[in-house]
């Protein structure tokens, strides 16, 4: 489906299930679809809605000094259309950046935040931000997004049983326009929520791979400071939905039913198995594949 944001530009959308709503948001360089393995897990219990951001997947790419309050405003409005007043929502990393934006710009229409491998600013103000994002533009800039997306997949799935994960978010990120990806990246480096936290009037868990790009320790004073549930999934690199599906699946469901957050003992990066082709026959992620 697609649907006009109030920045005049289509907004793809795939809608799963019936009940409360859950709408889940993707990261950089990416779409809709990476959420195949939480949509499989909730259609049976929630109204699942899954969008491609502006200028990802099928949804039509924004004017150049967009803004994430922009991209939140425009989910927004998606949600109005389809008539769903208060929504839980989970982001993940640029996505988790966007469904903040979203808990601040109506903080009483936000139940429940999920956050997963997130933070409240991504502007410059660390040695690390600082060259995850230098890095990633000079890279797209000498050579294209080929070896960039080469290099973010390896280092999100490292392991020699995660071929397949690593296959397929190489071909996912190339494909990405640079322009969209460049796009994307200057609008989270520009944008900040640490002053405005106070404002949230959500139930929160933040979810944070052991091995994330940025420091735990940052995701773990997030949390203490919003009183927010924290799961930490061991063994997790950036791409914890896909490496962690169990566990990222039961942080969710402990969010959305009002409990703790799992036991550390169950959160913990999937089992090595033997490498084989993903699996997404009549998943949202073959759906996705087939276009508006």
């Known amino acids: 489906m697609t649907e006009t944001a109030p920045i005049d530009r289509p907004l793809h959308y795939l809608e799963r299930g019936s009940g409360s709503p859950l709408l889940l948001i993707h990261g950089l360089g990416s779409s809709g679809a990476d959420w195949a393995f939480q949509v499989r897990a909730f259609e049976a219990r929630f109204r699942v809605i899954v969008p491609d951001l502006p200028g990802c997947g099928h949804s039509s790419a924004l004017p150049d000094g967009f803004t994430i309050a922009q991209l939140a405003a425009a989910l927004w409005a998606l949600l109005d259309r389809l008539e769903i007043a208060t929504p839980n929502i989970v982001g993940f990393s640029l996505g988790g950046a966007v469904a903040l934006e979203m808990a601040l710009q109506r903080p009483d229409c936000v139940p429940r935040l999920g956050l997963v ?171 996705h594949a087939l276009g508006p």
């Open 117 to 287: 491998n997130s933070l409240p600013s991504y502007q410059l103000d660390t040695l690390n931000k600082w060259l995850e994002a230098r890095i990633s533009l000079l890279l797209i800039h000498l050579f294209g997004m080929g070896p960039l997306s080469r290099l973010c997949a390896a280092r999100m799935f490292p392991q020699p049983w995660q071929r397949s994960l690593r296959t397929r978010a190489a071909a996912v990120v190339g494909a990405v326009p640079a322009a969209s990806y460049l796009g994307m990246g200057a609008a989270l480096v520009r944008w900040s929520a640490t002053a405005r936290l106070e404002a949230l009037r959500s139930r929160i868990l933040i979810i944070a791979a052991e091995h994330d790009l940025t420091p735990l320790a940052q995701k773990s004073a997030l949390a203490l400071q919003l009183g927010a549930g924290f799961a930490v999934v061991r063994g997790s690199r950036h791409g914890t939905p896909f490496d962690a599906v169990e566990a990222t699946n039961a942080c969710i469901a402990a969010l959305l039913y009002d409990q703790p957050p799992p036991s550390a003992e169950l959160l913990t990066c999937d089992e090595p198995q033997p490498a084989h082709a993903l699996c997404f026959a009549g998943s949202l992620a073959e759906e």
